[in-house]
């Protein structure tokens, strides 16, 4: 059984810094997309960050580029989102999602595995 379980998460002064992390049991992260969604209350997932494993290519959402990293740990089995310079509008709920698939994906339907989520509050 695959499990993805985020930590990392906090509260945390506009323009400062947090970094997610997500250990990933029962399926090797080698070889599969990662991705990095956040959900706001009452919001849609939106999309982060993803990783392409096949590639190695990242893809950012046009608000985080810039600040935010996504990166891995294959001897750990984790990943890892390096958020900078963070906003109050993006206080939500992180959470990191895997696909049966080598390539990344923007959509959250092609994501197959998902952690718990780890909570993200950005005071003004």
């Known amino acids: 059984q695959v499990q993805l379980v985020e930590s990392g998460g906090g509260l945390v002064q506009t323009g400062g810094s947090l970094r997610l992390s997500c250990a990933a049991s029962g399926r090797t992260i080698s070889g599969y997309g990662m991705g990095w969604f956040r959900q706001a209350p009452g919001q849609e997932y939106e999309f982060v960050a993803a990783m392409s494993w096949s590639t190695g290519g990242t893809f950012y959402a046009d608000s985080v580029k810039g600040r935010f990293t996504i990166s891995r740990d294959t001897a750990k089995n984790t990943v890892y989102l390096q958020m900078n310079s963070l906003k109050p509008e993006e206080t939500a709920a992180y959470y990191c999602?895997?696909?049966?698939?080598?390539?990344?994906?923007?959509?959250?339907?092609?994501?197959?595995?998902w952690g718990q989520g780890t909570q993200v509050t950005v005071s003004s």
């Open positions: 999602a895997s696909r049966g698939s080598p390539t990344s994906s923007r959509s959250p339907a092609s994501y197959d595995y």
